[in-house]
């Protein structure tokens, strides 16, 4: 089967400005989890999606950060405006039913603002 | 310390030799799981663990769990070049998700 796929693999902006990821979950997970790993430390959830609707997003930073997921699929990562310690990997994960499951990962965003 | 925390953060051992790390934490847990981490492959997971299970075996991995001291051991035997990666267990706590701890990471030297 196919996994979780992510766009841009890498990008590279200047503080201040927007960046957007992309993420398109394994077919029929239901459930969709943003994940930000700086280096050398482990994936801190951002956001978990279930279908359309948020389940968790407690530590998403609110003023900048934003995440949707129209029509329970795929979904997008904003960041507006960009700041040097958002530099980091951005994951993308999906999972068959609830979040105590296995997650499957995607390759990652690597996101370095200048 | 956080929630899943591993020990060491990092290990170096020769191809063949096994390789032992733990994971410690501080709350009940739903379950426990192990991910790998390189750069070719990602962040994949290995084994998950029941908070009613003691011991799991998947091909050369074998995950314990202690509930009563908190903590979780994932022995890697036998190992290979290819096992070289950062591990990362990952505590599923009721009615919250998933926390990942920093991780070990594995050398195998040839």
């Known amino acids: 089967e196919a996994g979780v796929a992510q766009s841009p693999r890498y990008k590279i902006i200047e503080k201040r400005q927007s960046v957007a990821f992309w993420c398109n979950p394994i077919?029929?997970?239901?459930?969709l989890y943003w994940y930000q790993q700086i280096l050398g430390q482990g994936p801190k959830l951002l956001i978990q999606f279930q279908n359309n609707g948020v389940v968790d997003d407690s530590q998403l930073p609110k003023d900048r950060f934003s995440a949707e997921r129209l029509k329970g699929v795929d979904s997008t990562l904003k960041i507006q405006p960009a700041k040097l310690e958002d530099s980091a990997v951005y994951l993308c994960a999906s999972s068959f039913g609830q979040s105590y499951n296995e997650q499957f990962f995607g390759p990652g965003t690597r996101l370095t603002v200048l | 310390s956080q929630q899943g925390e591993e020990d060491p953060q990092a290990l170096s051992i020769q191809e063949g030799e096994n390789a032992t790390m733990n994971c410690s934490y501080k709350t009940s847990i739903n379950n426990l799981q192990w991910y790998r981490q390189n750069s070719g492959r990602g962040l994949v997971h290995l084994i998950l663990?029941?908070?009613?299970?003691r011991e799991k075996h998947s091909g050369r991995l074998r995950v314990t769990l202690d509930t009563s001291k908190k903590s979780s051991s994932l022995l890697i035997t036998a190992s290979r070049a290819a096992d070289t990666a950062s591990y990362f267990c990952?505590?599923?706590?009721?009615?919250?998700?998933?926390?990942f701890g920093p991780g070990t990471r594995l050398s195998v030297l040839p």
């Open positions: 990952a505590t599923v706590i009721y009615g919250q998700n998933f926390v």
């Open positions: 077919s029929g997970h239901a459930t």
């Open positions: 663990i029941r908070s009613n299970e």
